[in-house]
């Protein structure tokens, strides 16, 4: 049984993080510095942008296309294993073992946006995630005889992981004065090679000031975001022993709430700059940088 366990939970422990990697689109309406409303090419999007613009907020051009790259580390929960043999139905073995994870991700993302509205932006993202990780085993098993000690193993086990992440989300955003708030909430796949994929849903709160550096428009914020990956993996390997052993993991966050800082500028109307990065309090931590090029259609 223990050499069995070994085999499969190093791979199944990394998963929850490749649905987690997608970073939202920012609240991009600013104030003109002069009070008017600055000159807008005419475009289908955004719905009520003339609405926006004789308020004097000088909108970004309706359509991005750009890039997010992540990099994410942070612990993993496991809290239940479940094994069988030959087609059996899988059953528990976690009275015998206790798994953690540690994972360090490099995320890279396609991402395409649009403004519906000033206040909505909707948005498509697809890349690739590569997993390291650090699984960690401590396995308890009866004694040989009766009376004798109970048998105990520790190990850590390198494993590395990679797959293909796409998702879809929403950001809603506003403001009074200087100061602007947004939700964003994403729905994400990951692919892994597993039996099944593995979904999540990542909402976050950002509030900050909306400003400008020289002429053009930069913002600051904070935010809180809550990473909901919690999944169960599924699959089936080889036994070291001959036949097959299929294998249910539950696993996720074990502390799934990071809070961030983070910033954006504008250097061009065509061009934007953002960094993000959070804590979750706990040693895990985050760094995303999204350059992103905004047009017409």
């Known amino acids: 049984m223990f050499m069995r366990h070994v085999k499969v939970a190093p791979v199944t422990a990394l998963c929850w993080l490749l649905c987690a990697l997608l970073a939202p689109p920012l609240a991009a309406a600013a104030p003109d510095s002069t009070g008017?409303?600055?000159?807008v090419k005419k475009s289908f999007l955004p719905l009520l942008g003339e609405e926006a613009t004789k308020r004097g907020i000088e909108l970004p051009l309706p359509f991005g296309s750009g890039l997010v790259f992540y990099h994410l580390d942070r612990d993993i929960e496991i809290t239940d294993v479940r094994i069988g043999v030959d087609g059996a139905p899988p059953t528990s073995v976690s009275q015998f073992a206790r798994l953690a994870s540690t994972s360090r991700v490099n995320n890279l993302n396609a991402k395409l946006d649009a403004w519906?509205?000033?206040?909505?932006?909707?948005?498509?993202?697809?890349?690739?995630?590569?997993?390291e990780s650090d699984t960690h085993i401590e396995v308890e098993l009866p004694p040989l005889l009766p009376g004798g000690q109970t048998r105990r193993r520790q190990m850590t086990i390198p494993t590395e992981i990679q797959g293909s992440v796409g998702g879809v989300g929403i950001t809603l955003a506003g403001g009074y004065g200087p100061y602007f708030m947004t939700y964003d909430a994403n729905f994400d796949q990951a692919d892994l090679g597993f039996d099944n994929r593995f979904k999540a849903v990542i909402t976050s709160i950002r509030g900050g000031w909306n400003g400008k550096a020289g002429v053009r428009p930069l913002r600051l914020w904070a935010s809180v975001t809550d990473w909901n990956t919690f999944a169960t993996a599924t699959g089936t390997v080889a036994d070291p022993d001959g036949g097959t052993l299929s294998f249910e993991v539950d696993q996720g966050p074990s502390y799934r709430t990071t809070y961030g800082v983070g910033g954006q500028y504008s250097w061009r109307p065509w061009l934007e700059f953002a960094v993000d990065g959070g804590i979750d309090g706990h040693g895990g931590w985050y760094l995303a940088v999204i350059p992103v090029f905004r047009f017409y259609l």
């Open 36 to 39: 008017a409303a600055a000159p």
């Open 116 to 131: 519906i509205l000033p206040f909505v932006n909707v948005y498509a993202v697809a890349g690739y995630v590569w997993n």
